[in-house]
């Protein structure tokens, strides 16, 4: 079973408006943290955001929020006023296992901001 | 600041060759990582690190093999190469403290052909 799933291959944006990329997840642990991060055509792999199983508010980080619905099991990224530089592949990821920190990914979403 | 290095950044590989991809990261973390990305693709989990001593296999071992001499290194091992270990290769370090528990730190990459 997959642990990750983002089901929206590509997605367009018009600049400037607001944009969200679904992920859900599935685990068993009741201790587990969900990343976004963005790679850029030039291969990079950055760090956006971060949500904690345990946290009670959604996260935050500048134009990055992370919808966290624990009872569905999704954590949408929601990227407002998109800039042409937010054109990337976006990928959801899962920390699970307590101390063993194993991570795996999704298979990513990649966004198109148009001009 | 290094991070996480990756060597070598580009390799051509033969069928039966052997190569080790190198990784060492300067910021003490316990958990290391070893990722691969096919073209267009998530990222797969090859095998990962607990700490100097452990490690496990992820979803996709079979072809490789680690080692974690050092809490600094986690060269990656590739055995009788084949045509389907071409990839994008990335190494990734993580630490449970901090703000952003388990937040992956990664290398930049590393893009084996295998012919």
């Known amino acids: 079973a997959q642990k990750i799933t983002q089901t929206q291959p590509g997605m367009f944006v018009q600049e400037k408006e607001a944009v969200t990329l679904d992920c859900t997840y599935d685990t068993s642990d009741p201790s587990y943290g969900l990343f976004w991060y963005k790679q850029p055509s030039s291969g990079e792999m950055i760090f956006l955001i971060y949500?904690?199983?345990?946290?009670?508010q959604n996260a935050t980080e500048g134009r990055y929020s992370l919808n966290f619905q624990k009872a569905r099991k999704s954590a949408n990224l929601v990227i407002s006023a998109s800039q042409l530089g937010d054109s990337a592949m976006y990928f959801c990821a899962m920390r699970e296992g307590g101390g063993y920190q194993k991570v795996t990914f999704g298979i990513g979403t990649k966004l198109q901001v148009i001009p | 600041n290094a991070g996480v290095t990756q060597t070598p950044k580009f390799r051509i590989l033969k069928i039966g060759q052997s190569m080790t991809l190198q990784c060492t990261q300067d910021m003490n973390h316990n958990y290391m990582y070893w990722y691969r990305q096919d073209p267009g693709m998530g990222l797969k989990l090859i095998y990962y690190?607990?700490?100097?001593?452990?490690?496990d296999k992820g979803e996709v071992p079979n072809g490789y093999n680690v080692s974690r001499s050092t809490t600094e290194d986690f060269p990656l091992r590739l055995e009788l190469a084949a045509p389907s270990q071409t990839s994008v290769y990335f190494c990734?370090?993580?630490?449970?403290?901090?703000?952003?528990?388990?937040?992956?730190?990664f290398g930049e990459g590393s893009r084996l052909t295998v012919l």
């Open positions: 949500q904690g199983s345990y946290d009670q």
């Open positions: 990734a370090s993580s630490s449970r403290q901090g703000p952003n528990t388990g937040e992956l730190f």
């Open positions: 690190s607990v700490g100097a001593g452990i490690t």
